[in-house]
């Protein structure tokens, strides 16, 4: 079945840094790719996601971007700030499902 | 609007006896997913409900998982003979349709087994 796999499980950056967390799926027939930030106790909360027609997107501070060929997908966070700090997942599903396969986690923490 | 609510967000029982988790879809959502998410661990995903289609019960880890959902409403996830191996915290999801929708996570109901 499809696993995700997600790198790397913590992540420690200076304010104002760029932070970058990347995945690889295994099922080439993935089609869409969100992000969801779960902060400590509470709900994951969509932040970003991506289909496989686009290679890059762009909110604010935050990017995906996905490699079809290589399977893999990356967050990019830039001028990281310490509200950034929290457990962040990558996930992949397909077209005919919302099934999401989500990746293990990175604890990203930001300190000022 | 409301968002997705579950209850309860506490349960704590003892090994053996069952359980059932309740989740409260967002008025309208087609789509109710359930995942469990184990301390530290990523979201496991258990079932998926889609309007009247047949459920997808592919992640559900044995025979004593069942999860039933009334229409496009409450949906149930029951744990019977409960082992100290599901404790974890149960999440509930739900989304318009399908094909790649931002899913809305619920609370979830931690789940403790002594």
């Known amino acids: 079945g499809e696993n995700v796999e997600q790198h790397p499980s913590t992540l420690s950056v200076q304010e104002g840094d760029s932070a970058v967390i990347k995945c690889t799926y295994s099922d080439s027939a993935s089609n869409y790719f969100p992000w969801y930030k779960q902060e400590l106790g509470k709900r994951p909360q969509l932040i970003i996601d991506?289909?496989?027609?686009?290679g890059e997107k762009k909110d604010q501070r935050i990017a995906v971007t996905l490699n079809k060929t290589a399977k893999h997908f990356s967050l990019h966070i830039t001028e990281t700030q310490p509200e950034d700090s929290a457990v962040y997942f990558c996930?992949?599903?397909?077209?005919?499902?919302?099934?999401?396969?989500f990746g293990t986690g990175t604890r990203l923490q930001v300190f000022p | 609007g409301a968002g997705v609510s579950q209850s309860p967000s506490n349960k704590v029982t003892e090994k053996g006896k069952d359980v059932e988790l309740r989740c409260d879809p967002i008025s309208g959502h087609t789509a109710l997913y359930w995942y469990r998410q184990r301390l530290g661990q990523g979201l496991e995903f258990l079932i998926y409900?889609?309007?009247?289609?047949?459920p997808d019960k592919s992640g559900l880890p044995s025979d004593r998982f069942s999860a039933e959902r009334t229409g496009e409403s409450v949906s149930t996830l029951t744990i019977q003979r409960t082992q100290q191996e599901d404790s974890a915290v149960y999440l509930c999801?739900?989304?318009w349709g399908s094909g790649g929708r931002e899913q809305y996570f619920g609370p979830g109901t931690r789940l403790t087994v002594t």
């Open positions: 991506i289909r496989s027609n686009v």
């Open positions: 996930a992949a599903s397909k077209g005919n499902t919302d099934k999401l396969i």
């Open positions: 999801a739900s989304s």
């Open positions: 409900f889609q309007g009247n289609s047949a």
